[in-house]
């Protein structure tokens, strides 16, 4: 078709238009890398990230002496109420500020950049929302249901990222990072709710189970880390597929 006919000029619109719409995706994986490290960084928030069961010779175990205070993101003990709130409320906003610097970069070098701002100063302010709600709801001495779950222990912030990485999600329009927000998100609440390495009894009825490892703090913010992990990586090589695959498409009308 010729280029100069009219046919010819809406299907190269189409083709910018594909491209630009390829192009402007991807941004989060930094955000999700960023968060993930987040997570890895928090760790030694826990008096005792690896060890923290005393085991009997029979077999019989319990926790290691110490305070839970819940500002440190998971039921463990932390090593003081003051250094979690501490940490979360100034390196959250500074992974922000992290996120911001990344998304104008971007900006400057492709062109092309999404309405991050909003998203930026929401996320910011979950932090202190999440640290307040932990205060005002007595994190971790809620009553439990008979399956064990207990509602008061969920709220942490841990799950103010997996609420940021959700309205990222809206923000981008990304599959991939509402997916990978809603598993971290998941497993948090599964972590707190019904305590560290318990298993629930919907996975495993009809009492459900538990594993010993991971009663340790350490060995639950590992695989929480992961799953950002390898959803940055899944939504990076998403994106550099994604204007080929636009490319093909314009190319190739149905």
């Known amino acids: 078709m010729d280029p100069q006919s009219p046919g010819g000029m809406l299907d190269e ?4 238009r594909r491209l630009t719409r390829a192009r402007s995706r991807g941004a989060a994986a ?38 839970i205070s819940g500002y440190a993101g998971l039921n463990g003990n932390d090593r003081s109420g003051a250094l979690s709130i501490a940490f979360w409320l100034v390196t959250g906003p500074l992974s922000y500020l992290a ?14 950049t999404m309405r991050w701002q909003p998203w ?13 709600a932990v205060f005002a709801q007595d994190h971790g001495l809620g009553d439990a ?32 990072v509402a997916v990978t927000a809603v598993a ?6 599964i972590m707190n709710g019904y305590g560290l390495g318990q298993i ?28 950002l992990l390898f959803g940055a990586l899944a939504v990076h090589l998403r994106a550099r ?12 009308p149905a």
């Not at 968060?35 to 926790?63: E, H, K, R, V």
């Not at 971290?184 to 609440?189: A, E, N, P, Q």
């Open 241 to 252: 597929a994604r204007p080929r695959l636009a490319m093909a498409a314009a190319q190739n």
């Open 30 to 67: 930094v955000p999700l890398a960023i968060f993930g490290l987040l997570t890895l960084a928090s760790i030694p928030l826990y008096s005792n990230p690896f060890d923290a069961m005393q085991w009997q010779p029979d077999g019989s175990g319990f926790s290691k002496p110490g305070s």
């Open 120 to 132: 930026a100063y929401v996320g910011t302010a979950l932090f202190a929302v999440f640290v307040f």
């Open 13 to 16: 619109v189409d083709r910018l």
């Open 200 to 227: 629930p009894p919907w996975i495993v009825p009809p009492y459900g189970g538990m594993i010993d490892g991971l009663f340790n703090p350490a060995l639950n913010l590992i695989p929480l880390a992961c799953v």
């Open 145 to 176: 249901h008979p399956s064990g779950f207990t509602e008061g222990s969920v709220i942490s912030p841990l799950l103010a990222i997996a609420v940021g990485l959700l309205i990222l999600a809206r923000v981008e329009r990304s599959p991939g």
């Open 184 to 189: 971290y998100g998941g497993l948090c609440v």
């Open 99 to 112: 996120c911001a610097w990344w998304f104008r970069r971007r900006a400057a070098r492709v062109g092309l």
